[in-house]
């Protein structure tokens, strides 16, 4: 039995470029390796500046404005992975899913985000799309808009348990309202944490490279309390930096039921050499806030930690957004 079949575990690839999804990407669908993959405004940015697969389309699309350019060009790989992980999704509707964000800028505009993704899922037309909208109290408005409406959606930049609960209310009540058998993802960004503490924690005594996975944890059993399979606990953010860590640490300790995890893909191919194939023991939710409390009083200050994290995670999708449409026009 797979990790799939025995937990309803996913592994999704956190990549997309245009040469890959013809060769490689193909491959690890059909070996069973993937089960879905995901996009991201820094994602694409990085492709298409760096790929010549795209110079063809792009010099097609000159006339137009930096915004219609990039959407061509990543609308084209959506449906194109989209066209791909079909076959997974129709065998498991858990599954075979691409993810595509709404512009960045729209973090705080609530009705702007519903009327981009109607827009994106509308110009898409495939049924394994999923709209990303990141967890901002516009982004709570839009997912339960979006959801109500029968689109499937991952809401994403996740840091904080209150952000997942937020989340996963709006979503319940949006999949509650569509009487259809919408999929939604939490998507819970676990290895910043520790980049970003990790020096801190080393002079107050404290462990590293826990922080990131405890909070995850933490989230995970949030969400879970809604009690609807329809949605499931994704983690994202899960590739190492340096040599510290396994390469597949943050895949290896959140192997949960009913949950996914986004990789980049070098990380996927360490784990399928080296990671762990087996269900991860969860902690449970009060050996967590226990773990909390030891931060606290070793003067954590967690609640910023949550604010600096989603501030320079949306101000990074918007920088990468904002140079790729640069490129786009010179």
Not at 255 to 266: C, D, E, G, Q, R
Request: contains cysteine.
């Amino acid at each position: 039995m797979s990790l799939k079949e025995d937990i309803n575990y996913s592994l999704w690839c956190d990549f997309i470029e245009r040469d890959f999804l013809e060769n490689r990407f193909q491959e690890i669908i059909k070996d069973k390796t993937i089960q879905g993959a995901t996009s991201n405004p820094a994602i694409f940015e990085s492709s298409i500046s760096n790929s010549v697969a795209y110079k063809q389309q792009l010099d097609m699309l000159q006339a137009n404005n930096a915004k219609t350019i990039y959407e061509e060009l990543a609308l084209t790989d959506i449906k194109r992975a989209a066209e791909l992980l079909l076959p997974l999704h129709k065998e498991d509707s858990d599954d075979g899913f691409i993810s595509i964000e709404v512009d960045p800028s729209l973090c705080d505009d609530a009705q702007g985000t519903i009327e981009e993704g109607l827009r994106l899922h509308s110009s898409i037309n495939a049924d394994n799309v999923m709209i990303k909208v990141p967890a901002t109290e516009a982004g709570y408005i839009a997912m339960r808009e979006l959801t109500s409406k029968g689109i499937h959606v991952n809401a994403t930049l996740i840091f904080s348990p209150k952000q997942a609960i937020k989340c996963a209310q709006a979503l319940n009540e949006g999949i509650k309202d569509s009487n259809k058998d919408i999929k939604a993802v939490v998507s819970v960004f676990v290895s910043r944490f520790d980049r970003m503490c990790d020096g801190e924690f080393i002079t107050k005594g404290l462990v590293t490279s826990k922080l990131g996975i405890v909070n995850a944890i933490k989230c995970y059993h949030e969400i879970n309390k809604f009690k609807n399979s329809n949605i499931r606990t994704l983690f994202a953010s899960t590739g190492v930096k340096g040599n510290e860590l396994a390469p597949s640490y943050y895949v290896d300790n959140l192997i949960f039921p009913n949950s996914v995890n986004t990789a980049p893909l070098s990380t996927i191919e360490d784990w399928v050499k080296d990671g762990v194939k087996k269900e991860t023991c969860i902690m449970s939710e009060e050996d967590c806030n226990t773990y909390f409390a030891e931060l606290k009083k070793k003067n954590v200050n967690i609640e910023k930690v949550y604010d600096d994290l989603l501030n320079q995670g949306l101000e990074a999708f918007k920088i990468s957004f904002k140079d790729l449409l640069a490129k786009l026009i010179n």
